[in-house]
């Protein structure tokens, strides 16, 4: 059992282990049990959840915020791009940044709200 008196005012609504009052084994911020980690937390450790399904949830800021958990030991490495998806990535990217007007492939993303580079769009 763990030990709540070090965690004077932190308020212990969402803690539900067993998911008795939230439908699915419910933790506070910060108080997920070890084996288990969030997405992001997945893929910093270079992991994905691999098809599983969350096991439990994290809940803050009075339940406007959830989390899902994965089990670590169930999650598989991250998928790396093929040569040929990278290539692809890079060519959709560059076109980003190429003006439709001008032609010119520029240093930053073509703004949609002007359909050209700024050059392009200063000069109209």
């Known amino acids: 059992m763990t ?25 506070p911020y910060l108080m997920a049990p070890a ?9 910093a450790a270079g992991l994905r959840p691999g098809g599983q399904d969350p ?12 989390a899902y ?16 998806q990278r290539a692809a990535i890079a060519k959709a990217l560059r076109a980003r940044r190429t003006c439709p007007v001008c032609e010119q492939v520029q240093p930053y993303y073509i703004p949609r709200r002007y359909g050209c580079c700024l050059d392009c769009h200063g000069g109209h």
């Open 3 to 27: 030990d709540f008196s070090n965690l004077i005012g932190l308020r212990l609504r969402f803690y539900d282990p067993l998911g008795t009052r939230h439908g699915f084994p419910t933790f």
């Open 35 to 43: 084996g288990l980690a969030t997405v992001r937390q997945l893929r």
């Open 55 to 66: 096991v439990a949830q994290i809940l803050w800021r009075r339940g406007e915020r959830v």
């Open 69 to 84: 958990l994965y089990r670590l030991d169930l999650a598989k490495p991250k998928r790396t791009a093929t040569p040929a």
